[in-house]
């Protein structure tokens, strides 16, 4: 059974336990800042690449709708030809690869050739002819500059049957567009809404081309695609690591802003920070819990050598085998057996000495004015011889226990100065004449009787009272006042007080 031992087990356990409770801390803090993190950045990555590209969109967009606007070039009257030579202007000034122009029949001539070729089959122009609003193709290569190309197509303004206007957007350019990274974790790339002779939507399986998957409802994500809603999951790609693909529908467009965020990449010096936080945490934890048991094995080993000493004199009785019990019912042992030497064990009241260090120390400490009341216990000896000390035993308890009921304020100190003799200390009055009617009924309370059937014999009790002044605050010379004012009750015939007269 050893304190500084049983304390540094505790103090272990909940180290560790307050260690555990600061990773957990840690980890779920920084995940969650991570998270929050990781939202702004794709929000941020979104609304940038959204206006680059519809920056791109834009330019082309304004250009064919004053193209359409003028009534030259949409002219049906002249010939493709012809009306090609007033849009070549157009395209040398804005630096576009092709611009052309069909008829409603889909014939049409560019700026990069003369010839007249029909594009009535192509899925842009049926779309703009069909329903009268901008059409964006799928990618297209281009002899021209050898690279591929979007193709914009518009229907001429308010003129049902003049056919189209379009214009090239170079894939370079739209790809420079989706080249903003605030982080290099991020990667962003078009996604067609382009579907097949099935009406399934073909770029699931571009989707799936160089990804592993753990769960990819396909039609979902057609059905979210063809309905034009943001949506994102979760993949595990080819070199086994977390990705989070978000598909953004982009305004005036048919495509789909992909961006494709690395877990493993975001997170790795992120990741390096957390355990270098948590390292420092355990550190910490270890070097705090090694000074608190150093502190302890130095507070406690007294108390350990008292136990160790305390044995030989009270044996350790309790037979459980929890120490912590064990250690308990030994101290409860000490603890009563050191009561016995500081209160009464009949009355329950400080002894005489412990009553004396317990008032000087309160009459030096409070600055107020005390009485000091010696209660002699009349009667006692006729009890006794008369009766038997049990009796007397009995009405000592009675007694004591009247005194400690009518001073029950916190600041009032209550002892045993002899077998019939109590003291008590107080300063729970206002001014003397509070204090002369409070020992009136005190008297009266104290008033009783004790009988064995037979024969009946009353008690009461003679007081005498010392008061505090600028001259007298020792309690030991208060006690001599205050029994010499007992005398005086006795020789008024007990059962009533007295206070002490200086002479």
């Known amino acids: 059974m050893n304190i500084s031992h049983s304390i540094r087990k505790k103090i272990i356990h909940y180290t560790l336990l307050c260690l555990g409770l600061l990773i957990v801390f840690n980890i779920s803090y920084w995940s969650y800042n991570q998270y929050s993190n990781i939202h702004k950045l794709l929000s941020r990555n979104k609304a940038v690449t959204e206006n680059n590209v519809a920056t ?3 330019k082309h ?41 069909s008829d409603i029949k889909g014939n049409a001539v560019t700026t990069y050739s003369d010839s007249i070729e029909n594009i009535s089959y192509r899925r842009y122009f049926q779309q703009a002819i069909q329903k009268n609003k901008l059409a964006i193709s799928n990618l297209i290569y281009s002899p021209i500059s050898n ?38 974790s991020i990667r962003n790339a078009i996604l067609n809404n382009c579907r097949d002779s099935n009406n399934n939507c073909r770029n699931i399986k571009i989707l799936k081309s160089d990804k592993l998957y753990s769960s990819l409802d396909s039609k979902q994500i057609s059905k979210n695609i063809t309905n ?3 949506f994102n999951y979760y993949t595990i790609n080819n070199n086994y690591q977390l990705e989070r693909l978000t598909l953004t529908p982009l305004k005036n467009t048919p495509w789909y802003l992909l961006t494709t965020l690395n877990y493993n990449q975001y997170l ?15 550190l910490a934890s270890v070097g705090l819990g090694f000074y608190l048991m150093k502190k302890v094995s130095i507070i406690t080993s007294p108390i350990d050598d008292f136990i160790k000493e305390s044995t030989g004199i009270i044996p350790i009785q309790s037979q459980s085998k929890n120490d912590n019990i064990v250690m308990n019912h030994h101290f409860n042992n ?17 002894n005489r000495k412990y009553f004396i260090q317990h008032a000087n120390t309160t009459i030096q400490k409070y600055l107020n004015d005390f009485a000091l009341l010696f209660i002699d216990l009349d009667n006692l000896k006729t009890i006794n011889d ?6 007397g035993d009995d009405v000592i308890a009675m007694f004591a226990q009247h005194v400690t009921s009518f ?9 045993r100065f002899g077998g019939d003799e109590f003291i008590v200390l107080t300063n729970n009055y206002n001014k003397e004449l509070d204090l002369i009617t409070k020992l009136q009924k005190l008297v009266v309370d104290l008033n009783g009787s004790v009988s064995n059937g037979t024969l009946t014999i009353p008690f009461s009790a003679s007081i005498g009272v010392a008061l505090t002044d600028n001259e007298t605050r020792d309690i030991e010379q208060l006690i001599i006042n205050a029994d010499k004012a007992v005398y005086d009750s006795k020789k008024k015939g007990k059962n009533c007080y007295s206070f002490y007269i200086r002479h």
């Open 56 to 58: 791109i969109i834009s």
């Open 61 to 101: 967009t304004n250009l064919l709708t004053a193209i359409s606007n003028d009534d030259i070039v949409k002219d049906t009257s002249l010939l493709l030809t012809q009306r090609i030579e007033i849009v070549r202007p157009y395209q040398e000034a804005f630096n576009i690869e092709i611009l052309g122009i």
């Open 147 to 184: 690279s591929y190309v979007y193709i914009i197509c518009k229907a001429f303004t308010n003129a049902d049957d003049s056919g189209t206007i379009f214009a090239s957007v170079s894939y370079s350019e739209i790809k420079n567009a989706l080249a903003y990274q605030e982080n290099t």
């Open 228 to 230: 034009k809603k943001t």
């Open 268 to 282: 790795k010096d992120k990741f390096t920070f957390v355990i270098i936080n948590i390292l420092i945490s355990i």
């Open 334 to 350: 000490i603890i009563n057996t050191t009561k016995d030497g500081v209160y009464c064990s009949r009355t329950n009241l400080l």
């Open 386 to 391: 008369t009766l038997g000390h049990h009796y």
């Open 407 to 415: 001073f029950n304020h916190p600041t009032d100190l209550i002892g």
